[in-house]
Structures are given as structure tokens and as C-alpha cells.
């Protein structure tokens, strides 16, 4: 596909019928070893907040952030990728969400915090979830994990630019890691040393893990971009924001598309969808990676240096991204699925023109170069069955067959798709989001 192929901008074009997104809410795994990837979530920084037993044993992961549930790990016989969840903007984008070829009808959503979901299968055969509904949870920051910084100033008297000084005191101690942290916009005695001995004190976590905020965004790799790209600007809000191609000329390969879902005036993140489909490798459809946003710079090498200490395998980080000024640090889970801790994200709205990015040399602004060996397939590089992997191909499944609920039994092997098929490889890739 070339960048022409969609020169007719479909998310330009009016449609009655289209559904308003707020943004990302979770993204469902399946995983053979339901124990050893929730001791990974743990130490990545999510919180359990139930279970569902069953045919599947699911857990359900929150952050601190108001979504009742980031992440869910069902047990599955293979791991699978099971697509992201999307919140709709009012009841009615929810019904319209029906309306999308490839969607099934309302159902109940069985998950903390209820709600409804309409789920559809995109036409890569990828599961995308609209939801609505959830009952929202309080924004729960952990106290004390980011600090004002000290930046250069003319003179150490200038209180903007210098504004952590002296040391904290011991009422904010006292209140920051037993009553659940002061208010330190009203604070006035907050921020002084810069250390990071009780940064984590949330209920279920240890010191060195970082607490997720929130599911930022979603990587979808898929072998044939222009499908996709069309399904997902013409039936969602979903926008372009970034394109970014391979090849001789910037009209050669767009390998990476990044999508924010499009609230007008109001901002939202650089990206909330990602589409993956690189040049070199498996041209695999599945889950790139999924994105979760942690506190801040500080965090993100504290949960470097404490996945590093677990003995988990990194894939890429710390750097920061030229698209979206994104932070990241990418890690495989237990089944070579990659997560994402990121920070500091770009805001777009209406008025932020598309970026046709050219080819660069410089993968990040800043950071390591990024792999060149092919990510492996989720499971530790051990293929899946060949009738999983033939259910898992487009040939062998029509795009846009209505999806049974994820929410309850396993579906057999070869009547779901997926999912947890080999990401593509971004030995070369240019950028990555
Ligand atoms: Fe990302």
C-alpha cells in the first residue's frame, strides 16, 4: 500500500452512522500460564482488582487512573491477542457501534465497574471493543513520585525555575506514606529532596514497581495497512496524527500509522491506536504492543531498573520517540507480548495538522537504537499449532464475522481469531510509537 492508496482521507468524509470514541479504556490478553503473567502485570505495575472463574479464568487489572479495569489476562490455550476496549462518548455511539460490519449486538460487560460492550472484529480479524457505561473509579495518585524539577536559573534564588528547596518535613512524610498523601497543590511544603525511598504505597505493590496510570494506547500489526486504516477512520473518530514511511521515498512504505481519536477543540494524546505493518519480517497480525502510561520520568527508569532485577527480557528503552515525544520502555510479558511503560505524551486536537513523516535516520530523539532481531513470537518463540496459526490467517478467516463475547468461555481453536500471532518486526523500523 502506498500513502495515495488513502489520499482520499475517509476521516474527512461525513458519516452519519460514525461512532465518537473518548479514548482507549483496557486491552485483553490471553495467556497459557494464567499465575506467571499476573506476577509479570504485578511487577509491572498494575493492580488486581478481581477475578472471574469459569471455563476462563480471567484477572482483571486496574490502574490508578478512573478506568475500572487497564488490562485483563484471560487463560487461554495459546497466547492471544484479543484487542483493545474503547470507550464510546454517549449511549447512542454505542448502539451505532452495532451498526459497524463486523459487530455483534449490546451485551453485558462482565467486568469491574459493569458497563455494556458491542464487540467487532476489524478487518484484519482483530478484536476491537466498544464499551460503555463502566462505573468510574476515583483518580488515585500515588503521592510523592513526581517532583518539581530543579532546572538552570540564573541565580538559586529564582523560585520558578528552582522551586524544590529545603527538605521535606515530616508531617508530609508521615501523611504521604501512612494516611494516603497530602494534597500537594496545597501543600506548601512538597517537593523538596528528590528521593524516592517510599515513591511506591499503593496496596499490592512493592517499593521499585511503578504504578500503570492508564492504557494510553493500542498497537494493532496487520499485513495490509490500507483496510484497517480505512475500518478504523471511517466507523470511529479515530484521526491520523503521524505517518510514517519506509523506503526510498516518503511515498514507498507507510509502515506505522498513529491515530487519536478526534474530540474537536479538546486534546487528547498523540495517539490512542496504533497500525504496524513493516517491510522486513513476519508480516504478522496480531498485538505490536500496548501502552501504559506511568508517572514521569523518574518512574519510568525506576521500573526499568526494577523489571530489570525480576530477570524480564527488555525490548527497547529507555529513549524517547520522535512521534508523540513519548517516553518508552518497552518489555516482553511472559509470552513475548510487549508492554509499553511510557511518559510525557504529546496532546493533539482538530487543529493539529497530520504529519506525513519522511524516512529518518534516527530512530528515537534520544535513547538506544532499536532492536534488529525480529520480535519473537509470543510464547517465547514457540509456534503455536499449525491449525491455530491457520486460524489465525485471513485467508482462513472472512474479515468482518461477527465476534462472540470474549467475556465467557474459551472459544475453540479455529473460530476466533488470533491473536497472539507473531508481531511483525521492526528490525528496521524508522520510529516507532
Ligand atoms: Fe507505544
Not at 187 to 193: F, G
Amino acid at each position: 500500500m502506498a500513502i495515495t492508496d488513502i489520499d482520499d482521507q475517509p476521516w474527512t468524509k461525513s458519516n452519519p452512522h460514525r461512532v465518537k470514541l473518548l479514548g482507549p479504556a483496557c486491552v485483553e490478553y490471553g495467556h497459557p500460564n494464567l499465575d506467571a503473567a499476573h506476577k509479570f502485570l504485578i511487577d509491572f505495575g498494575f493492580v488486581e482488582a478481581g477475578r472471574a472463574e469459569g471455563p476462563s479464568r480471567t484477572i482483571f487489572y486496574r490502574g490508578y487512573g478512573a478506568q475500572p479495569v487497564v488490562y485483563i489476562a484471560r487463560e487461554t490455550p495459546f497466547p492471544e491477542f484479543h484487542g483493545g476496549y474503547y470507550e464510546a462518548a454517549t449511549h447512542e455511539d454505542l448502539m451505532r457501534a452495532t451498526l459497524i460490519p463486523g459487530a455483534g449486538k449490546v451485551e453485558a460487560l462482565n467486568h469491574p465497574g459493569g458497563g455494556l460492550v458491542v464487540h467487532i472484529k476489524d478487518p484484519a480479524g482483530l478484536g476491537v471493543h466498544v464499551v460503555f457505561g463502566m462505573m468510574k473509579r476515583e483518580f488515585t495518585p500515588p503521592p510523592q513520585i513526581v517532583k518539581a524539577y530543579n532546572v538552570p536559573a540564573a541565580a538559586d534564588t529564582d523560585i520558578t525555575y528552582k522551586p524544590r528547596r529545603g527538605r521535606n518535613h515530616g508531617k508530609h512524610y508521615f501523611f504521604s506514606t501512612v494516611r494516603g498523601g497530602c494534597d500537594q497543590r496545597k501543600c506548601h511544603k512538597v517537593h523538596k529532596y528528590c528521593r524516592f525511598t517510599d515513591i511506591v504505597i499503593l496496596p499490592g505493590l512493592k517499593p521499585g514497581i511503578v504504578p500503570i496510570h492508564k492504557v494510553g494506547h493500542i498497537g494493532y500489526a496487520v499485513r495490509d495497512l490500507e483496510p484497517s486504516a480505512r475500518f478504523y477512520t471511517t466507523h470511529f473518530n479515530f484521526k491520523p496524527t503521524e505517518v510514517t514511511s519506509f523506503g526510498p521515498s516518503d511515498k514507498a512504505w507507510p509502515g506505522l500509522m498513529f491515530f487519536h481519536v478526534d474530540l474537536g477543540q479538546t486534546y487528547t494524546d498523540h495517539h490512542s491506536l496504533m497500525l504496524s505493518s513493516m517491510p522486513t519480517g513476519p508480516q504478522a497480525t496480531g498485538s505490536d504492543h500496548s501502552a501504559f502510561e506511568v508517572e514521569g520520568l523518574d518512574a519510568e527508569f525506576i521500573g526499568h531498573d526494577y523489571l530489570t532485577q525480576q530477570g524480564y527480557k527488555l525490548y527497547w528503552g529507555v529513549g524517547r520517540h520522535v512521534e508523540g515525544s513519548i517516553v518508552y520502555d518497552y518489555w516482553y510479558d511472559v509470552d513475548g507480548f510487549l508492554l509499553e511503560h511510557y511518559t510525557d505524551s504529546d496532546l493533539v486536537n482538530e487543529d493539529t495538522p497530520i504529519h506525513w513523516a519522511k524516512p529518518r535516520k534516527n530512530a528515537s530523539s534520544w535513547g538506544p537504537q532499536p532492536p534488529m532481531e525480529p520480535i519473537p513470537a509470543p510464547g517465547g518463540g514457540v509456534q503455536p499449532p499449525t491449525e491455530h496459526l491457520s486460524a489465525s490467517s485471513e485467508e482462513a478467516q472472512p474479515p468482518f464475522e461477527p465476534i462472540s463475547s470474549y467475556c465467557g468461555e474459551i472459544q475453540p481453536p479455529g473460530e476466533h481469531i488470533p491473536i497472539g500471532g507473531v508481531p511483525a518486526s521492526i528490525g528496521e523500523v524508522a520510529s516507532y510509537g
